[in-house]
């Protein structure tokens, strides 16, 4: 009998084998549907044996060494219940993700640029969530951060994406660095790097503490921690709109992985404080993403930075669940790692369904800019339909999934009264008002994504000629849409199946929610709160459409289009529609000011001057202003002094060797 | 171990070095290579009496390598190498000789300190001769950095060697082949430096390796 870890690791095995095929015969024409569907045939497997798997017997452990790797380690693999669930995190995007790419690959001018490298992406990811020693583990995130990279290149000939590909691989080598130094903090002095003997071993509250921030550096970097997000915002939309899909629907949860994987499970007992942490940077990522988002108006950078919203909503969850673990409150920590993990995998629709959309907004129009998009609803109907279940969905309103999760993350909020520390009881509300405020903003956010590019009238000509897009990618975007809406109305299913996990490294779970009346979900007791997805999908239909009946029923049923005030102005063309910019205005005026710098200044033409007056805006990314530009000065300050270094003559360099040598035995003589 | 076969043995090392320093002392070419002959030969006794005292015979072939190569074949292709190029009367130190033997001495008392500090509880000979054999080294890569023209790089390096092949035999147990691979390479590596020192000098009528940078257009 053969193990399920096993028939798992065939799956990256095929993927690469889809890879080098894709190399080979990436330039013909049926090549794109050939890799795509093989992708998608793999991702179907993958997730029928780990459901197989899950519905067999959650909890149980496989695992397998193979002969690579450290000789003295070996490539060891594990499945267990939390690489299951992120499997299934991962294979689910996948197969939608190929599922899309079936019919969004064909508009791709230089198919052989993403071919090999998609199902290297997807082989890469699989691999970092199978891993069980530390070699195994850097080398496939390496292998799926480069994987990643060469996509976000395939469009190289702009100047844009190369500095987006320039900036990710530097800033994916430093969380490289960073994992790579916390798993030889974590493999201590024996340097066993296998993660059994990490998991046995206990490090000092020194190494915990160095563990955790290079943990938050480098799985932070790759997910899109603020200040270590600049990346991000540039990379995702660069690449295209499937891979943008997978980068940030997907990738970021696994980076998630690693982070839950070490600090969760390798770590051990953590120290209070450690939650304070992580609760902080989660918040603080959370609410700048959101206003970062709320400023964009390329329809691709804004999910890119809503996905940094996002990652601190889970990383608020977890962070709570790190401080509850530690005052020894399992069931309030389930609670909140249930609502982070819930939360992963409700972010991984809808942003994969949302960057799904601007990639057929992308086709259609040929524009990301939503200054020139507007009345797409007319055009693209279906599109425009799953599109705003995705903005429903990530503005976290019920009945869809992103309240569900989100709701429980305040549950989990709510549960800090009971903290001993006072810092944890001053925090924790703290940053649930943070969390508030990203997602009302995040509302805001997307009603301004959905609003601007498809209604309204159109703002150029492109939109005119607009289209729907072709059936496969309808057909991924309505999956993930039903998806959505089944994750929303019937959360206690999800939770349930969540349970293995949060057994495994809470050592406890939250309550058995499918045996609940009316499928409701209840976190901690019935007297305290509930909620009933179902329910509440039950009574919005019905009352919708009773409206909608009353209203066709005893209104007119002529569609009238009158006169529109034009506040003065006798013919209102498209251009005086509300745009992006302006809708985000009263938001920027209130936290511009310190979040961005902005400033706005009023160009008054000179009297008799027959030009017009300028609103003139001016903003700053003061994350990259204050963290990068004085790192890359530094660092081109210092190449810039060293340069003659390479300049030397033969005797100089021997010199210099020499020195070097005599420098060290001196330290070495005088060391106590 | 006898009071006399140590003292024979801290004899023939500590000449070693005492031959090293003139090494650092002479400013001709010719002389600079009959030092390092004389090098070679206390370098071969040193290693023969090793072999004596360890009863180890296989350091007597070490012994003979050092002799026959290093005494004997290496000087005097470096001569006739210094004949052919005419550069037997070049002065050629690049730092004057009074810093150089004082950052000699310098470099002689830290490895003196080092290895006595880092090696309390080995072999009374071994401490010494890991002593002697760093001392012996830092002032061959001494010799190279002090040195404009390479056949004096060539000797250092040479030098330096003879280090560690004392290094090798203060310490019991090395296998033979170690030692002639190690005597084989330094042999390999004069023959490649000599066709080098030809090129240079067919190219740049000097092996004065300034010329090279000068070649390159930078600045000394």
């Known amino acids: 009998m053969i193990s399920t870890i096993a028939l798992l690791l065939c799956g990256p095995a095929a993927f690469l084998a889809t890879a080098i095929l894709a190399g080979t015969v990436g330039r013909r024409a049926s090549a794109t549907r050939l890799v795509y569907g093989a992708a998608l045939a793999i991702s179907i497997a993958l997730l029928v044996i780990v459901a197989g798997h899950l519905a067999g017997s959650p909890g149980a452990v496989s695992t397998i060494t193979l002969p690579l790797g450290l000789p003295w380690t070996g490539a060891r693999f594990r499945l267990d219940s939390l690489s299951a669930f992120f499997l299934v995190v991962v294979n689910l995007g996948g197969t939608v993700t190929s599922l899309y790419a079936l019919g969004y690959g064909r508009h791709e001018l230089q198919p052989h640029r993403v071919l090999p490298f998609y199902p290297a992406f997807l082989a890469g990811m699989n691999l970092v969530v199978l891993a069980d020693d530390a070699f195994s583990f850097l080398l496939s995130w390496e292998f799926m951060s480069l994987a990643s990279w060469a996509l976000v290149m395939a469009h190289h000939r702009d100047e844009a994406n190369r500095r987006a590909g320039y900036i990710y691989l530097v800033m994916a080598s430093f969380g490289t660095l960073a994992l790579l130094l916390a798993f030889g903090l974590l493999a201590g002095p024996a340097g066993n790097y296998a993660f059994d003997a990490m998991r046995a071993a206990e490090p000092g509250p020194l190494a915990a503490g160095a563990v955790l921030a290079l943990m938050l550096l480098g799985a932070g970097s790759k997910a899109g921690l603020v200040p270590l997000h600049a990346w991000l915002p540039l990379a995702h939309p660069a690449a295209p709109s499937h891979v943008s899909a997978l980068m940030s629907g997907i990738m970021t949860k696994v980076a998630i992985y690693g982070f839950i994987r070490v600090v969760f499970d390798l770590l051990g007992a953590p120290a209070w404080w450690s939650g304070v942490v992580v609760l902080l940077i989660g918040g603080l990522t959370a609410v700048l993403g959101i206003l970062h988002a709320l400023m964009e108006k390329d329809l691709k950078r804004l999910l890119a930075y809503s996905t940094i919203e996002n990652i601190g909503v889970v990383f608020v969850s977890l962070g709570l669940a790190l401080a509850f673990k530690a005052n020894a409150m399992p069931s309030a920590a389930a609670l909140a790692f249930t609502a982070a993990l819930f939360h992963v995998l409700n972010h991984s629709f809808f942003k994969s369904l949302l960057f799904f959309g601007a990639g057929a907004v992308l086709t259609a129009t040929g524009e990301r800019d939503m200054e020139r998009l507007g009345g797409l609803i007319h055009r693209m109907p279906l599109t425009s339909f799953v599109f705003l279940v995705g903005c429903v969905s990530i503005s976290a309103l019920p009945p869809f999934n992103g309240f569900a999760s989100e709701w429980l993350a305040f549950q989990a909020i709510l549960q800090s009264p009971d903290l001993p520390q006072w810092g944890l009881k001053v925090i924790v509300p703290a940053v649930g008002g943070m969390l508030a405020l990203a997602a009302a903003l995040a509302a805001a956010c997307f009603v301004k994504a959905f609003g601007i590019t498809f209604l309204g009238r159109a703002r150029s000509t492109v939109v005119e000629e607009a289209h729907e897009v072709d059936r496969w990618s309808l057909a991924a975007m309505a999956v993930l849409a039903v998806l959505c809406l089944l994750a929303g109305i019937l959360p206690g299913f999800v939770i349930d199946s969540l349970s293995p996990v949060t057994l495994t490294l809470i050592g406890d779970r939250m309550p058995v929610q499918t045996a609940d009346p009316w499928l409701s979900i209840v976190p901690i007791a019935e007297s305290r709160s509930s909620y009933n997805g179902l329910l509440v999908f039950v009574f919005i239909t019905i009352s919708a459409s009773l409206a909608a009946f009353v209203i066709h029923r005893f209104a007119s049923h002529a569609l009238r289009r009158g006169p529109a005030w034009g506040c003065g102005f006798a013919d209102a063309a498209p251009a005086a529609q509300y745009t992006a910019v302006s809708f985000a205005q009263p938001i920027r005026r209130v936290f511009g000011s310190f979040a961005f710098r902005a400033r706005e200044t009023v160009e008054m033409p000179a009297p008799g001057a027959l030009e017009p007056a300028r609103l003139k805006l001016d903003m700053h990314d003061v994350a990259w202003e204050t963290f990068y530009q004085p790192i890359s000065g530094a660092i081109d300050y210092a190449t810039e002094r060293l340069n003659h270094l390479q300049f030397l003559t033969i005797r100089r360099y021997l010199t210099l060797v020499f020195l070097y040598l005599v420098i060290l035995l001196l330290v070495l003589a005088l060391w106590p | ?220």
Do not use: C
């Open chain 2, 1 to 220: 171990m006898n009071g006399l076969t140590f003292d024979i043995a801290h004899l023939l090392a500590g000449s070693l070095v005492l031959v090293s320093f003139m090494m650092l002392y002479q400013d001709r070419l010719f002389a600079l290579i009959n030092v390092f002959a004389l090098h070679a030969v206390v370098l071969a006794l040193s290693v023969a009496w090793q072999a004596y005292i360890q009863d180890a015979h296989h350091l007597y072939i070490t012994a003979a390598i050092a002799l026959v190569f290093k005494a004997i074949v290496i000087p005097v292709g470096l001569h006739r190498i210094i004949q052919r190029l005419g550069i037997h009367r070049d002065i050629e130190t690049a730092v004057g000789i009074g810093p150089t033997m004082l950052a000699g001495i310098g470099l002689v008392t830290l490895s003196m300190v080092l290895m006595l500090r880092v090696t309390p509880e080995a072999d009374p000979l071994a401490r010494e001769d890991l002593a002697f054999a760093l001392s012996i080294i830092l002032l061959g890569l001494l010799v190279m950095v002090t040195r404009r023209n390479a056949v004096s790089q060539v000797v250092g390096f040479m030098s330096l060697e003879n280090g560690l092949v004392l290094a090798a035999t203060g310490a019991k147990g090395m296998p033979l082949v170690v030692e002639i691979s190690v005597a084989f390479s330094i042999l390999i590596a004069f023959i490649v430096i000599g066709v080098f020192l030809f090129r240079i000098r067919e190219r740049f009528d000097s092996v004065d390796v300034g010329a090279l940078d000068d070649y390159r257009g930078e600045r000394r």
